[in-house]
């Protein structure tokens, strides 16, 4: 998978969290628009070196909202984006 395909993949599921965490916790919209916003940046300016920071920021995300693990990539497309990608 080369990581346009993965930002874009990662951008529809962004989506659809939004929509779902929204419906589940109304009260919160604020706090999962924010998170989301910060996300869609880090998603937006991605390279593979800057991977870990997005991956981290996932994890810090899923501790307030825990389906924000469901963004989490497999270890697998993990290391082929690792592979295919430039530095």
Sequence with gaps: MK???F???QLAKLH????RLIRKYPD???RILQIIDMLETKLDNLRVYS????LRTITLAA???SEF???MPSEE???ELLKTEKW
């Design 69 to 71: 693990m469901e963004l």
């Design 51 to 54: 991977l870990y920071n997005y």
């Design 16 to 19: 659809d969290l939004r929509e």
């Design 28 to 30: 919160r919209k604020e």
């Design 7 to 9: 930002k874009v993949l």
């Design 77 to 79: 497309t993990v290391e």
């Design 3 to 5: 990581l346009h395909e």
């Design 63 to 65: 501790k307030e909202f």
